[in-house]
C-alpha cells in the first residue's frame, strides 16, 4: 500500500528558531499533499493544501508566512516553522491523496512530528 | 457545506462485545465518507470507505460500516471487539467540489477493556 512518511517524528526547538519538517510518499507521487496539525485529544485542522510546483492553498486563519510549505518534487513536501513559540507547540501530520480509481483518492497519513517549542 | 459529526467522544466496549463508533453526515450530493484510526502518537490510518454501491462496506481489521441515506448515517462496527482496538476513530467526508479536500469529524476514543 501506498506508505507517506514525516521526518523527524519529534523535535525540540527554542523559541524564536525555526524548524522544518519533511514530509515524503515512498511509493507514488503526490501532486497533492496536506498539512494538518492536532492539538491533544482533538481532530485535525487542515491548514494548507501543498501543490507540486505552485504555491500551497493556506486555511483560513493559517499564517502563511509562519508556516511556510515547499512541495518541490512529486514525492516531497516541507513545512518550516519560522520563528516558533510555545504555542506552535502541536503534532503536525501530513497527507497524501493516493488515486485508486477514476475519480476515487484515499488519503494516507505520514506518523506525524511532535514538535515542542522550550 | 460537506461535515461530519461524531457525537460521542468516547465510546466504552467490554472485549467481545459489538462495538459500534457513530458518525452522521452533511453534504450536497452523494457523500464519499471515510473511516480513519489514530493510535497515540501516529498518523491516521485507514480503514475503509464508501463511495458508491453496497451499503455495508467492509474494511481493515475486520471493521465494516453501514451508509445509510434517510438517516445519513455512517456508523462504524465491528461484531467482536479487541483490546488492540481501542484508538481514536475518524470519520471524513470528501470535499464536493475539491475532491483533494477532506473533513474530518471530531474523533471518538474507543476503550475496549478486557
Known amino acids: 500500500g501506498a506508505v507517506v512518511s514525516q521526518h523527524p517524528s519529534w523535535v525540540i526547538c527554542k523559541s524564536g528558531t525555526s524548524v522544518k519538517i519533511e514530509c515524503r510518499s515512498l511509493d507514488f507521487q503526490a501532486t497533492t499533499m496536506f498539512w494538518y496539525r492536532q492539538f491533544p485529544k482533538q481532530s485535525l485542522m487542515l491548514m494548507a493544501t501543498s501543490n507540486e510546483g505552485s504555491k500551497a492553498t493556506y486555511e483560513q486563519g493559517v499564517e502563511k508566512d509562519k508556516f511556510l510549505i515547499n512541495h518541490a518534487s512529486l514525492t516531497l513536501s516541507t513545512l518550516t516553522v519560522t520563528s516558533a513559540h510555545p504555542e506552535d507547540s502541536s503534532f503536525y501530520i501530513c497527507?497524501?491523496?493516493?488515486?485508486?480509481?477514476?475519480?476515487?483518492?484515499?488519503?494516507?497519513f505520514g506518523p506525524g512530528t511532535r514538535l515542542t517549542v522550550t | 457545506a460537506q461535515s461530519v459529526a461524531q457525537p460521542e467522544d468516547q465510546v466504552n466496549v467490554a472485549e467481545g462485545n459489538p462495538l459500534t463508533v457513530k458518525c452522521t453526515y452533511s453534504v450536497s450530493g452523494n457523500p464519499y465518507l471515510f473511516w480513519y484510526v489514530q493510535y497515540p502518537n501516529r498518523g491516521l490510518q485507514f480503514l475503509l470507505k464508501?463511495?458508491?454501491?453496497?451499503?455495508l462496506v467492509k474494511g481493515s481489521y475486520g471493521f465494516e460500516a453501514e451508509f445509510n441515506k434517510s438517516q445519513t448515517s455512517f456508523h462504524l462496527k465491528k461484531p467482536s471487539a479487541l483490546v488492540s482496538d481501542s484508538a481514536l476513530y475518524f470519520c471524513a467526508v470528501r470535499g464536493l467540489y475539491n475532491f483533494n479536500k477532506f473533513y474530518f469529524g471530531s474523533g471518538t476514543k474507543l476503550n475496549v477493556k478486557p
Open positions: 497527507s497524501a491523496n493516493y488515486l485508486t480509481g477514476t475519480d476515487s483518492y484515499e488519503q494516507y
Open positions: 464508501y463511495i458508491t454501491g453496497d451499503n
